[in-house]
């Protein structure tokens, strides 16, 4: 049980288009998903907290214009990057409560690549 | 404030023990979360402490004090595929998760 699907696991799009990654909670309802950002050899970079029904939390530092994202039912959650550049090119993954044994169940993850 | 400290990498040779400690300071504190992060994939989640003890799993073993603002976890056995990086996070009382920067570990033959 407990398990995020997050869609695509890959993608690569020019600069100035948007991308749109979908996380969905397959077998339970997530009042609440996280998004995260990984760069190359860091740790996980929290980037916003997505809530159903109400507007995004995001963290200091992340553009909100930039990164929409969109929390419309229990089971999705979307992340879309507008205006894509190369620097946005990173790896996102998003995670929802419940998971196992009480911890985030985490999607696959994303990597995305802006040419 | 609100911070988390773990080492960034260790060493350690194929069929021995590991620790890796973390290190926290929260003004909450609603659990302690481990998890395991191959290159390129999304983490895996380890285990969760919110009592003081000692959770054993398998090969895996999670610690926490929170008197003191630690936890470690412990690896037996080590494989080679455990060379991975492990995350240490924890929620606090507002449910806010606050992330360490991640301990790479080496298996070494």
């Known amino acids: 049980g407990a398990v995020v699907s997050q869609h695509p696991s890959r993608v690569i799009c020019k600069s100035g288009t948007s991308v749109k990654i979908e996380c969905r909670s397959l077998?339970?309802?997530?009042?609440?998903m996280f998004w995260y950002r990984q760069f190359p050899k860091k740790s996980l970079m929290l980037m916003a907290t997505?809530?159903?029904?109400?507007?995004?939390?995001?963290e200091q530092g992340v553009e909100k214009d930039k990164f929409l994202i969109n929390h419309a039912s229990l089971t999705l959650s979307t992340l879309t990057v507008t205006s894509a550049h190369p620097e946005d090119s990173s790896f996102y993954i998003c995670s929802a409560a419940p998971g196992q044994h009480g911890g985030y169940t985490f999607g696959s993850g994303t990597r995305l690549t802006v040419v | 404030g609100q911070n988390i400290d773990q080492p960034t990498e260790m060493t350690a040779t194929e069929g021995a023990i590991v620790q890796i400690n973390c290190t926290y300071q929260?003004?909450?504190?609603?659990?302690l979360f481990w998890y395991q992060q191959h290159a390129g994939e999304a983490p895996t989640f380890l285990s969760y402490n919110v009592l003081d003890g000692l959770e054993e799993k398998g090969r895996f073993s999670s610690f926490l004090s929170r008197s003191k603002g630690y936890s470690y976890l412990l690896l037996k056995e080590l494989q080679m595929k455990d060379s991975a990086s492990y995350l240490c996070h924890l929620m606090d009382s507002n449910y806010q998760l606050i992330w360490g920067a991640g301990t790479k570990l080496i298996i070494k033959p």
């Open positions: 997505s809530n159903e029904g109400s507007k995004a939390t995001y």
């Open positions: 929260t003004s909450g504190f609603n659990g």
């Open positions: 077998d339970f309802q997530a009042t609440t």
